[in-house]
């Protein structure tokens, strides 16, 4: 995975945080899930 300032966590992978910086960690748990 690569190392972003916001990686992609639990709470991020629940839609709890989606912010403009977070749209790349969206990304990343698309692949995840």
């Known amino acids: 995975?690569?190392?972003n300032t916001n990686e992609p966590?639990?709470?991020d992978?629940?839609?709890a945080d989606l912010?403009?910086?977070?749209l790349r960690g969206?990304?990343?748990a698309v692949d995840v899930v």
């Open 1 to 3: 995975m690569p190392a």
């Open 13 to 15: 992978l629940t839609g």
């Open 19 to 22: 912010t403009g910086a977070d």
């Open 9 to 11: 966590t639990a709470a």
């Open 26 to 28: 969206v990304d990343l």
